[in-house]
């Protein structure tokens, strides 16, 4: 009994100090003495991987709560830049204010000059257009107001004269129109900016006709070939034509050794010195080829119907000798086709100058999820104000003579051509209140891909030249300089309506039977 004595103490000890060694090492709520050799050995015979199970369940939060606070920082990087573009306008608001308080104490001393000279007439200065400028100028006023210089000062008192300024380009070039508002009724007119349709007449007869055809067609072809004959020998006019298209004539008859044609890509930059006319032959995807061709401006376009759709393309081919004689005669009406200008910033970019080539479009730059199964998420931006997120198939930005091509099939609406704006039309969007919108054409559209999108996005430029967006990119778009002019059968309304009837039979439908009395 004594030599077992000594060895239960040990034990006991033992214990104590394991105890003791679990209690400092986190587990405070120790189970009794009597038990803790029992649980000792449970917690050595626990499998190693709970342990790894833990850490990853921890790593697991982390990652949840980095996740969470970059979505916060974006959010709040949204909410600072909509900030400051309020207190952007608030400032613009109170500069104009004071503008205009600035110019009140200039209103007495014009008026007396008004009264002084006795009529309406307001010489040209070079402070207004410049010497290189056409500056038109118009008082409306009534007829009784001329001679009536007290009344005119009389109601200075109670209505401030201001201007309204159009068709300048930025004071650079142009004509200006400046129209000084009735004092009396304050009339607004914009009878002289507005003009009910545009027409060109040729100052002297075009020399030069450019002929672009649809690719493997026999039609076009054949069409193609007859009016290369009748523009040299009946018209004598220069005539030149693609590459592909002059191989073509020329294996089929060596008359046609005359056409022209161009070596390089240095040449079709230069096209526009050379080409009066161009004349298509094809559908609305010729239309389109050509004014890609064209980076800076665009000669007149004669688009002739040889393909499937025909909202640009009027005039028919079996008529174009009669058609080819009224333009070549002149004048003629025209539409003039806004297009956009597409450029791509990466991530990687140094500054807002670092781009990639500008893409002009015609109908419409399209951002998509391309093979991707997720939804695009896109942060969009106008004139640097935030807009809206995206969060769907993607979004279509469209010039008005795209409104009837994809813009049209994701909801947008039609819009006459020459109306000038840019679509903004969700596809597919995630939300029963994301409606298309209709904006200005001097704004600059941004679209970015925010860091937390789950997958890329593909951009593509009247339905090619596609290129993938990364997080971190950016597509900018604004209105070109250089539109396009397309040829007009009737005029650009009448057109316009046709297309739609034709093309789409737009509100086509039964006719109501009459019942009852007659």
């Not at 813009?407 to 020459?418: E, F, T, W």
């Amino acid at each position: 009994m004594s030599d077992q004595t000594p060895q239960v103490s040990n034990d006991k000890e033992n214990v104590h100090v394991v105890g003791t060694q679990l209690q400092s090492n986190g587990y405070h709520d120790s189970p009794p003495p009597c038990n803790s050799e029992k649980m000792i050995q449970e917690f050595l015979q626990l499998p190693s991987s709970k342990a790894v199970d833990d850490h990853l369940v921890e790593f697991s939060e982390a990652m949840r709560t980095v996740a969470k606070a970059l979505r916060r920082v974006s959010e709040g990087k949204a909410s600072a830049q909509a900030e400051a573009a309020e207190w952007k306008r608030l400032y613009e608001l109170e500069r104009e204010w004071n503008l205009q308080q600035k110019k009140k104490g200039e209103l007495t001393e014009h008026i007396k000059h008004y009264s002084d000279l006795g009529n309406t007439t307001i010489k040209q200065t070079d402070r207004c257009c410049g010497k290189h400028g056409i500056c038109s100028h118009e008082v409306l006023q009534d007829d009784t107001m001329v001679s009536k210089s007290k009344f005119l000062q009389d109601l200075a008192t109670r209505k401030a004269p201001f201007k309204l300024l159009w068709g300048c380009n930025g004071g650079k070039n142009g004509q200006h129109k400046h129209d000084i508002v009735s004092f009396e009724k304050g009339n607004i007119t914009t009878a002289a900016r507005s003009s009910k349709q545009i027409s060109l007449k040729w100052e002297s007869h075009p020399q030069t006709v450019l002929i672009l055809t649809k690719p493997n067609s026999t039609p076009v072809h054949i069409l193609c070939a007859e009016m290369v004959r009748w523009l040299r020998d009946v018209k004598k006019l220069d005539v030149i034509v693609e590459p592909r298209v002059k191989a073509e004539l020329l294996a089929e008859n060596s008359y046609f050794s005359f056409v022209t044609t161009w070596e390089d890509d240095e040449e079709i930059l230069l096209l526009h010195t050379k080409v009066d006319l161009i004349i298509t032959l094809g559908g609305d995807g010729t239309v389109l080829w050509a004014a890609s061709m064209f980076k800076g401006p665009v000669p007149p376009v004669v688009p002739f119907s040889l393909g499937s759709l025909g909202f640009m393309t009027p005039f028919q081919s079996e008529h174009y000798r009669d058609s080819l004689d009224t333009i070549l005669r002149g004048p003629i009406s025209i539409t003039l086709r806004h297009r956009l200008q597409c450029y791509v910033i990466r991530e990687s970019a140094k500054d807002e100058l670092d781009t990639e080539e500008p893409i002009l479009v015609l109908n419409e730059v399209t951002i998509d999820r391309g093979m991707s199964s997720f939804l695009t998420y896109l942060e969009c931006y106008c004139d640097n104000t935030f807009v809206t997120s995206v969060q769907g198939d993607g979004l279509i930005l469209s010039t008005t003579s795209g409104s009837t091509a994809y813009s049209l099939a994701a909801g947008g609406s039609m819009v006459h051509p020459q109306v000038p704006g840019i679509l903004f039309t969700p596809i597919c969007p995630h939300s029963l209140s994301f409606r298309p919108l209709i904006l200005p054409e001097y704004v600059t559209l941004r679209v970015q891909v925010p860091f937390n999108s789950r997958g890329h996005v593909w951009a593509s430029f009247d339905g090619k030249d596609r290129k993938q967006l990364s997080a971190g990119d950016a597509l900018i778009c604004s209105m070109a300089h250089w539109p396009v002019p397309t040829a007009c059968l009737v005029d650009s309304t009448n057109d316009f309506l046709r297309s739609i009837h034709e093309g789409l039979h737009w509100n086509l439908r039964k006719s109501q039977s009459l019942d009852g009395l007659r």
